[in-house]
């Protein structure tokens, strides 16, 4: 069993990704109905999970689908540049995540600015919704060419 299969296990690449994608939207929303009844000691576990999954998600992403992509499509440059654009928007969606997760480590620190932690935790939830149906709609389709 090579790297990627112990990975991935039987599962194609875009299959596992899009796994992913159900697995970081599940802890999304256990985050926002955790938000919601303010039960602020519970949030920076799930808040400390998502960001893990979301990590990982990114690294799986990087290592196996973009990298497949550049060699797929090393002749089409307006592929290629369309590629690294998408990349570097995911790059601006994880530095912000990492800076909401920073912000919000301890349960005072949300406490504290409680109707910041509120709206950052809905951008990040229509972002992250957008990307995903980006990339399941039109970005995963390329891989698979």
Do not use: C
Not at 26 to 45: A, H, N, T
Not at 113 to 131: D, H, T, Y
């Amino acid at each position: 069993m090579g790297l990627f299969d112990w990975i991935f296990g039987k599962k194609s690449v875009v299959d596992s990704l899009k796994n992913e994608h159900k697995k970081i939207i599940s802890i999304y929303s256990k985050i926002v109905k955790l938000m919601e009844k303010e039960k602020f000691d519970r949030l920076p576990k799930h808040l400390k999970e998502f960001y893990y999954t979301y990590s990982r998600h990114i690294l799986y992403e990087d290592n196996y689908f973009y990298s497949k992509l550049r060699k797929i499509y090393s002749h089409d440059k307006n592929k290629q540049l369309f590629i690294k654009l998408k990349r570097e928007e995911m790059d601006e969606i994880t530095k912000f995540i990492e800076k909401f997760i920073n912000k919000f480590k301890t349960h005072h620190d949300i406490r504290e600015n409680f109707e910041e932690f509120k709206k950052e935790i809905q951008v990040i939830g229509e972002v992250l919704s957008a990307r995903v149906k980006f990339e399941e709609s039109e970005l995963y389709p390329l891989y698979n060419v």
